[in-house]
């Protein structure tokens, strides 16, 4: 059996129609548990973001969402876009839409408890995570570790390769770049930065985010601006297609289902419980800050920067679509030839911006993804520190290390497809096992908002003084009482 049947077979059981439902379902269960947070919310979020400051043991509320965006806003916001729509066909940008609002509020939730459970590594470091609150709050040490495994395969091994491929793909587009000169940069540039510790990831990803996603906003509105005509009609094969009411996609409303949910948590991260490692790295008055800020970084992930790249594609029609019964087979095929992924974006803009946008794009994605593996790394890593029981061992750490840019140079030279998949089965494992943990451990998470809520009312700034029998083993806030 082939490399890319054996791929395809995992991720038919790791993605199947129940991991998609129970995304939905959980993100659904957890809005309405909150009394929708993702929106009465909005607010707080909008205000909590650029306050706080950086402390001796953890980085502040903005480092910890730009370490978080970091993840979240890489390719998976250019090509993964690309691919749900060649895929799963326009409607399954509704159907991201939808993940996106109800996952904000299990992203709140797991960041919530990422920050109950937080404890100090060797160093005295803020570390935290699904590993840890399964293990703390659950006491189920055996199903911590098999959570922090999956992290280490899925963010250590098999996702940033979807990165770095992308990198490549793009470069050779733009500028026929060999791929083993662009890789052998990647894996330079990428080890001078991991060999620097969180602050230094923490400190580029501060600097890097935010003018990548406002750079690539402000073209994505040229371009819009340039095919104003063709916005109605965008907006409404989008709708058309999602509930199979339009004639060339309506068999499509599963696969546009699966495709928007997949490509959504890979690209927003909401249940998977990546985002959580950051969110524990926070110096914070209060757990609930960092949930509130964290939950907001979704909204800008899907509904700003995954929307902008489905504008770009969908408004100048420079997209393919397969058949899902045939998936060799073009349903429409608006640029034949055409690989699924960044050269969708690519091209795009090269209709609208002749001579600037395959180079535009591929200058884009660099940012983009060099930011998604530092912050994937950083996923990684900590729970790396997790299962040697937060001691920094040097030997461990440097194989880590080596491991994590050996799998990452694989990928990057590898197709695109086996690539993906790869990271589409790393992404549905840690989702797998942390929203049960989620559903299992949602009562302080709800207990920590009641508190921050009680504060609020009575016009106080919100101080995390927990009750040892309503959260209990939140070793790091006891202390700080």
């Known amino acids: 059996m ?47 973001m650029f306050q706080g400051r950086s402390s001796a043991a953890g980085v502040s509320s903005f480092q910890a969402l730009s370490l978080s965006l970091s993840s979240r806003v890489g390719v998976g916001n250019i090509a993964g876009v690309a691919m749900a729509i060649a895929y799963g066909g326009p409607g399954a940008i ?9 996952g904000a509020s299990s992203a709140f939730v797991e960041s919530t408890l990422a920050q109950i459970y937080k404890q100090r590594d060797s160093k005295g470091m803020y570390r935290g995570g699904p590993a840890y609150y399964i293990e703390k709050g659950l006491g189920k040490r055996w199903y911590a570790v098999l959570f922090a495994i999956s992290t280490v395969i899925g963010c250590g091994m098999l996702l940033p390769g979807t990165q770095s491929n992308a990198i490549v793909s793009a470069l050779d587009e733009a500028w026929a770049v060999p791929g083993w000169i662009t890789a052998a940069c990647i894996g330079t540039v990428v080890a001078m930065v991991i060999f620097g510790g969180v602050r230094r990831i923490a400190q580029v990803a501060q600097v890097i985010v935010p003018f990548m996603a406002v750079g690539y906003l402000l073209v994505a509105a040229v371009v819009m601006a340039l095919n104003l005509d063709a916005v109605p009609e965008m907006f409404a094969i989008i709708l058309r297609s999602a509930f199979g009411q339009d004639a060339a996609f309506g068999a499509m409303i599963g696969t546009a289902i ?39 970084s979704v909204y800008i992930d899907t509904m700003v920067v995954c929307s902008a790249t489905a504008f770009l594609i969908l408004s100048t029609g420079a997209y393919n679509v397969y058949d899902p019964s045939l998936p060799s087979q073009l349903m429409v095929a608006n640029v034949p030839g055409l690989e699924a992924g960044p050269r969708f974006v690519q091209q795009a803009v090269e209709s609208a911006l002749p001579g600037f946008g395959r180079s535009f794009i591929a200058l884009a994605i660099i ?53 993906w998949s790869l990271g589409d089965i790393g992404v549905g494992l840690m989702t797998w096992l942390n ?21 609020r009312g009575k016009g106080q700034d919100p101080v995390f003084r927990p009750d040892p029998h309503t959260v209990p083993s939140c070793t790091v806030w006891v202390g700080a009482r």
């Open 94 to 102: 509704f159907w991201m839409w939808i993940v996106a609002f109800l």
């Open 2 to 48: 082939t490399l890319e049947k054996t791929v395809a077979q995992l991720l038919g059981i790791v993605w199947s129609p129940a991991l998609v439902g129970l995304c939905l379902l959980v993100g659904l269960y957890f809005s309405v548990r909150t009394r929708f947070i993702q929106l009465r919310g909005l607010p707080e979020m909008l205000k909590l």
């Open 258 to 296: 699966q495709w928007g949910v997949r490509r959504g948590v890979m690209s927003n991260e909401a249940g998977m419980g990546s985002g959580a490692h950051p969110a524990a790295a926070a110096e914070v008055s209060h757990p609930v800050k960092q949930g509130l800020v964290q939950a907001c």
């Open 435 to 455: 929203v049960i943990a989620l559903l299992l451990l949602q009562k302080p998470a709800f207990a920590a908002l009641r508190d921050y809520e009680a504060s």
């Open 367 to 419: 940012p983009f993804a060099f930011t998604t593996i530092l912050a994937l790394y950083y996923t990684a890593e900590t729970n790396v520190v997790y299962m040697v029981r937060n001691r920094h061992s040097p030997v461990v750490m440097a194989l880590f290390r080596c491991g994590f840019i050996g799998a990452m140079l694989y990928s990057a030279l590898n197709t695109a497809e086996v690539a």
